[in-house]
């Protein structure tokens, strides 16, 4: 056939999964080393195991590996990298850059907020401020964003343990996990001591 005869291809949807995720699943006889080779490419959110036709213990070893590489590279997995913000001076406005990662290939579609949060001594939560994280928008790699935070003037002076917490605007959903080891009970990640002055 002529190739000059043919349709271009249409480039718009190549960036759809910025904005729509894309669910797949396995056709019977589907290759997990194949398919570890097309998650990153096409930015898969989800890959459906039902009707794959080998079990598990069926795969050769590197088709078990290509099998795993596909479900945890699919999808998003965000990674605190770095949270910086000056002191907390009541009454003040400050700047609090927040660094994630995303070591995932798509982005999260769901509406999540991200919480900057400051606990006592004693474990209670005396302030949280939303931060104008937009999750949705982190695409795989690293970005920093900065919000505005104004300190309440009414807020304690004293010595607190901050954390972050990314939360289900619609209140559904526990706490996003993120690729991070330090989650506390309320599903927030420490990030250390900070005084209010």
């Known amino acids: 056939k002529n190739m000059n005869s043919m349709a271009a291809v249409d480039t718009r949807l190549q960036s759809f999964w910025k904005t729509r995720p894309f669910f797949t699943e396995w056709a019977t006889s589907g290759d997990p080393v194949a398919a570890a ?3 990153k490419p096409f930015h898969l959110s989800t890959v459906s195991s039902g009707n794959l036709r080998l079990a598990y213990s069926s795969m050769t070893s590197t088709q078990q ?8 590279s699919s999808g998003y ?7 910086t913000m000056k002191p907390l001076v009541r009454g ?15 982005p999260t579609y769901e509406d999540w907020s991200v919480h900057l ?8 939560r005396i302030w949280t401020k939303y ?3 937009d999750l949705k928008k982190v ?12 300190v309440p003037s009414t807020l304690p002076r004293g010595t607190y343990t901050a954390s972050l917490a990314v939360v289900d605007k619609a209140g559904y959903s526990d706490p996003m996990y993120l690729a ?3 989650r506390d009970a309320q599903g927030g990640y420490t990030l250390g001591s900070v005084t209010v002055r």
Do not use: E, F, H
């Open 131 to 133: 931060l104008w994280v």
């Open 37 to 39: 080779a097309q998650v």
């Open 77 to 83: 997995r965000y990674y605190l990298s770095k949270v």
């Open 92 to 106: 003040t406005t400050v700047p609090v850059t927040v660094t994630m990662s995303n070591l995932g290939v798509a």
């Open 139 to 150: 695409l795989p790699g690293t970005q920093s964003i900065t919000s505005k935070v104004t």
């Open 117 to 124: 949060r400051l606990t006592d001594a004693n474990g209670k």
């Open 180 to 182: 991070d080891y330090r």
């Open 65 to 72: 590996a290509a099998y795993r590489a596909t479900i945890r």
